[in-house]
């Protein structure tokens, strides 16, 4: 495998359309995976809350939080802003650190009601390095949560880098396992086309692809990267590391 993007076409043609980022439609309380056209203003801040809940836990325990959250009709920034962070903290105690989480979460809602009328919109509506700038300056949120409201709220292309971004790729020969956040965010944006649709996609497919195989102990016999990854080539005596470009 030469090239990142051949990565891309491997996982999709393995797992298909991974239709993130999952929100609840009207009506309902559960978020969903599922092809939209576009969000509504709720299911972008739905994306913002999401992207803090899932810090430092699974997808499974955002779900239950964000079912609380919709049950209580508390997407919505005027409520969070008001709401006793004890009662809130109560109501997200499914995602762990509820007590910081729910902090973070009444703060970024404050700062959309101070500095953007409450609008989602509004503060999205603007070039993609501020607006990376400005979700970097507020307390709790770090460059991976940062990017995940840009790409997935805001639909802006930013990669997305975690955990399993950079064991997939250090297995596969593309990088060290100890590459810097920012290092192999930069070798996505210099090998892809710049496509927020792609970036997105790739993404969730390597959230999918580090659950079903490559998770911390591989399960590398029936792997669809299997063929062409640096470990079991590594193990067949077979790699050749210029191969990986
Ligand atoms: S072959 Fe094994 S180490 Fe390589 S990508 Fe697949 S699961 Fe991961």
Redesign the pocket.
């Known amino acids: 495998m030469k090239k990142i993007n051949q990565v891309y076409h491997a996982l999709i043609d393995a797992y298909g359309k991974q239709g993130w980022w999952p929100v609840t439609d009207k009506g309902e309380v559960f978020p969903e995976y599922k092809k939209r056209k576009a969000f509504s203003e709720k299911q972008m801040l739905e994306v913002c809350i999401g992207a803090i809940l899932t810090q430092n836990t699974s997808w499974t325990n955002v779900e239950k939080a964000i079912m609380q959250l919709n049950k209580n009709k508390l997407i919505n920034v005027n409520k969070l802003a008001k709401i006793d962070q004890s009662k809130l903290a109560q109501l997200i105690r499914s995602s762990g650190y509820f007590n910081q989480k729910a902090e973070r979460l009444i703060l970024f809602a404050k700062y959309l009601l101070n500095n953007y009328s409450g609008s989602i919109n509004k503060f999205f509506n603007k070039p993609l390095q501020n607006l990376r700038q400005e979700l970097l300056s507020m307390h709790g949120i770090g460059p991976e949560t940062a990017d995940s409201i840009i790409l997935y709220a805001a639909k802006k292309p930013v990669f997305v880098i975690d955990a399993y971004t950079k064991r997939?790729f250090s297995?596969?020969g593309f990088c060290e396992k100890d590459i810097s956040y920012h290092e192999l965010q930069k070798m996505f944006h210099e090998r892809l086309d710049c496509d927020f649709k792609l970036f997105n996609e790739f993404h969730a497919l390597i959230v999918k692809?580090a659950k079903q195989?490559?998770k911390k102990k591989?399960?590398?016999n029936n792997?669809p990267?299997?063929s062409k990854?640096q470990?079991?080539y590594k193990h067949k005596n077979l790699l050749n590391k210029h191969d990986y470009t």
């Open positions: 997939i297995r596969l692809h195989y490559c591989p399960e590398c792997c990267l299997n990854c470990k079991t």
